[in-house]
Every structure is written in structure tokens, then in C-alpha cells.
């Protein structure tokens, strides 16, 4: 059920918590109805009646899903991830990297396609923000904050009336950042951590689990999720105390611990973010690739 947060601006929880594959939404019922992020909770989605636009923070199923119960909604997401909104096939080179397995990679799109009934879309892509536009909704106003590192085109919104920060996935968990997609990157995550410390929300809204934290938290909230990314770095360079190659730091699990036995089909996104590690950290001049192994410098 949404629950109104500030005038006209209501909270909508994500389904199991808004944990994966949901997360939370909010409604604006302003002159313009507009949702942010539609994949809450189908059923309520489904009941807003008049929504006119729909405001993405990135192209991800779990926050773009329902758009399938929203006809002829107006979508606005920024510049970057456009094209792959557009034509779901632009979102594989967005996700997988170069290398990975042709075979997984059509299978995972015919999966994406099917969840997002991207055959019978009523929806038009007619927005194309970028860092700092300004969506006006009527009296309510949003700020763009791009925010990217999760997604190239990740971005936060701010109502600068209310300050209330809609964090999207920079979801302040105690699993910490995620950048497990081939346009994902840890520099990039790095300095939007940087740029949304001088926020000062009163509320912050996150894109799943806690949904709303008081923003006396929020600085807090956002270190420790920070620290996770550099306890995760450090671990990288403890296991370059000798020469290994990508797939001898993957096994280590640095990333998702237990979790990467029990469920083989983390190995994906583990190796992915452990590129994105080895990337940042050959950038910095801290690491290089040694015939197919990673050594410290
Ligand atoms: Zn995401
Ligand atoms: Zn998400």
C-alpha cells in the first residue's frame, strides 16, 4: 500500500521487503502521475490508474518490470541507457562482457524478454535525462543526480522541496555496492559514494530492502556501504600475496562468501565484479597481468 511521505509523494514498499527481483517504488500524484522505478508490487502498480510517466534510475528488470501494467506510459531514463530500453537486444553488450558464452547470452535476453512482455510494450521511451536535469511534475519538482557505478547510467533523484533522496541502488544494504554488469565500475561507484555525501536528506528512500531511513543516518549509512567496497579491494590485493589468475580469485568467493557455493549462478556476477576490482586496481598502478596471472606491483 503506498504511504504518503511528503505532499503528493507516497512510498510504495517492494514485494518480500523490496529485496530481489522487487524493489521499492514511489508514486508522485501530482498535475503529471508519475511512478519512479515500477517494479514494487504488481497488484498495486496496477491499480494507480492515470499514470503518465514513468521515471527509471536505471534499465534493470527489477526496477523497470512493471512498466508492462502501465499502457502508453511516457518513460524517462537517462541518456546512456536509453538505447537499451529501447531495443532490449542493446542490453547484452550492457551486461555481459565481451568474452562470456554466446549461448547464455541469448538465452538470458529470450528470459528478459518474456518477463517484460517486450512484444506487446505500450510504453515510449520521450525522456533523456542527464546529471542535474530537472523533471517538473506539476508543484513537485526532481532533480536528476547521476549516479553511476551499478549501471553507466545509474542515477538518484532529489525533491528539493521535500529533500528526500530516491537512492535507487546505491540501496545502503549490509551486502554493500553492486557492480556485477560489464558497464559497472568501481571508479564510477567510487565517486558517486563521493558525490551523494553532500546530500543532506531528510528522508532517503532506498531501491530495496530498508525503503526509507531517516536522514540523520544517512552519512553513517553511507560509509559503511562504502567500507564494504575497500574491505572487498583489500581482499583482492591479500590474495595477490601470490600470483593468481581470475579464476583462482573468483573461487575465493570475495565477493559473495558461502553464498557462492551454494548457488553456482553467482559465479557470474562474482566474476564480473572481481574484473571490475582488478580493473580499478590496475588503473591505480597497484596490480598488473603477468601471462594470465595478476601480481601485486
Ligand atoms: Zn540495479
Ligand atoms: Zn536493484
Known amino acids: 500500500m503506498p504511504k504518503e ?3 503528493k509523494i507516497f512510498f510504495m514498499p517492494g514485494r518480500n521487503q ?9 508514486f508522485i500524484d501530482d498535475e503529471i502521475r508519475a511512478i519512479i522505478d515500477p517494479a514494487s508490487n504488481k497488484k498495486d502498480i496496477a491499480e494507480l490508474k492515470n499514470i503518465e510517466m514513468a521515471i527509471l534510475s536505471h534499465f534493470h ?20 541507457e536509453a538505447d537499451a530500453l529501447i531495443d532490449v537486444n542493446k542490453v547484452v553488450d550492457m551486461v555481459f562482457l565481451p568474452e562470456e558464452d554466446q549461448d547464455e547470452k541469448i538465452s538470458w535476453l529470450e528470459g528478459k524478454k518474456r518477463e517484460l512482455q517486450t512484444e506487446q510494450r505500450t510504453w515510449v521511451v520521450s525522456r533523456k535525462f542527464k546529471d542535474r536535469d530537472e523533471i517538473s511534475l506539476g508543484k513537485t519538482r526532481i532533480k ?3 549516479a553511476p557505478g551499478h549501471t553507466i547510467g545509474h542515477s538518484c533523484f532529489w525533491f528539493p522541496e521535500h529533500e528526500i533522496l530516491f537512492s535507487s541502488d546505491v540501496d ?10 560489464a558497464c559497472s565500475s568501481v571508479e564510477q561507484f567510487l565517486l558517486s559514494l563521493e558525490k551523494l555525501k553532500s546530500f543532506q536528506p531528510r528522508l532517503v528512500v532506498t ?12 552519512q553513517d549509512r553511507l560509509e559503511k556501504f562504502k567500507a564494504k567496497l575497500f574491505s572487498r579491494e583489500q581482499k583482492v590485493l591479500d ?15 570475495i565477493i559473495y562468501g558461502e553464498f557462492l557455493q551454494k548457488m553456482p549462478g553467482l559465479r ?8 571490475h576490482h582488478l580493473r580499478w586496481l590496475e588503473k591505480q598502478g597497484k596490480i598488473k597481468n603477468d601471462n594470465g596471472c595478476w601480481v601485486l606491483l
Open 5 to 7: 511521505i511528503a505532499e
Open 18 to 26: 523490496g529485496a530481489f527481483p522487487f524493489c521499492n517504488s514511489v
Open 61 to 80: 528488470t527489477d526496477h523497470i518490470r512493471e512498466l508492462r501494467v502501465l499502457p502508453d506510459v511516457k518513460v524517462a531514463i537517462h541518456e546512456s
Open 144 to 146: 536528476v543526480v547521476h
Open 172 to 181: 545502503l544494504t549490509m551486502f554493500g555496492p553492486w557492480y556485477g554488469n
Open 207 to 218: 531501491g530495496h530492502e530498508a525503503g526509507i531511513i531517516d536522514g540523520s543516518e544517512f
Open 239 to 253: 590474495a595477490l600475496a601470490k600470483p593468481r589468475t581470475l579464476d583462482q580469485i573468483v573461487d575465493l568467493g
Open 268 to 275: 557470474v556476477p562474482e566474476k564480473r565484479m572481481i574484473v
